[in-house]
């Protein structure tokens, strides 16, 4: 996969590029990050890429020249066009697996400033922000978004290494625990060391529905249950009942 990053701060990336699993994903080939700075598409004599709102108001605005010329240098047929924008579809897990499968050429726009002309929309294929805040610009969002992708490609993290985390399977991850087995008088669970495969797999699930029950139970209310999982629940709802 190719992600390209239209940005007035291509050095914002290098950090980023260069640390951890991202690093080694590139090395290895798996993902390709480009990082393209669209100040030098700006036809402005000043080489300004942002000018005052029409009809008055605070803040500067891009323009949508540098913008729209610079996707029409970058922009392949198969590319997918993302603006990053506090206004777009909030970005979730299930978003990072269907842009995995569905393509090979990701252009992601971070703005800046107080915001685009509205005219850039026409350009895009999607809009999407990465929660409910507004940020000084896309670049931490469409950082955000490549690394959720990154992990997931071929050979960047072992299959099994996310097929437990969060929100695969809608619900959060169940507690994990490493050595010491006991530290400041806390225990790992007897069920972990016990080896009993069966056993380890119930208790994962159940505590997996426990955490979600109580963190986010608006994951729940989207979700279809098996059997075995409607059981849990009912024991957790009863067991918090209790309490
Ligand atoms: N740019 C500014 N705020 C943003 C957000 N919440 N998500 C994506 N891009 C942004």
């Not at 007035?8 to 080694?24: H, M, N, V, W």
């Not at 294929?125 to 969002?141: N, P, R």
């Not at 060391?193 to 109580?214: A, C, D, F, P």
């Not at 729940?220 to 999982?229: D, G, I, S, Y």
Request: charged share 30%; glycine share 6%; with cysteine.
């Amino acid at each position: 996969m190719k992600i390209t990053i239209l940005t007035l701060f291509p050095e914002f990336f290098d950090s980023f590029k260069s640390t951890s699993i991202i690093r080694k994903a590139l090395e290895k080939g798996a993902v390709e990050l480009e990082c393209i700075d669209y100040r030098q598409y700006t036809l402005d004599k000043h080489n300004h890429v942002d000018d005052t709102p029409c009809g008055g108001g605070v803040g500067m605005l891009l323009m949508v020249q540098p913008i729209a010329d610079c996707l029409k240098a970058v922009r392949q047929e198969d590319s997918h066009v993302i603006l990053l924008t506090p206004q777009g579809k909030v970005f979730h897990q299930k978003m990072a697996h269907d842009y995995v499968q569905r393509y090979e050429h990701l252009i992601l726009i971070c703005g800046h400033y107080e915001g685009f002309d509205e005219r850039i929309r026409d350009y895009v294929d999607e809009e999407v922000s990465i929660g409910d805040f507004v940020l000084t610009g896309g670049e931490i969002g469409a950082m955000t978004i490549s690394d959720a992708i990154i992990r997931l490609l071929e050979g960047v993290i072992t299959k099994e290494s996310h097929e437990d985390d969060s929100f695969e399977n809608g619900l959060l991850e169940y507690p994990q625990y490493t050595r010491p087995i006991e530290y400041d008088g806390k225990k790992v669970p007897e069920i972990l060391l016990s080896g009993h495969h069966e056993n380890i797999r119930k208790w994962r699930l159940k505590e997996s529905l426990r955490k979600t029950y109580i963190r986010r139970p608006d994951l729940l209310e989207k979700r279809a249950f098996t059997k075995e999982e409607k059981q849990f629940l009912n024991e957790i709802i009863e067991e918090n009942q209790k309490k």
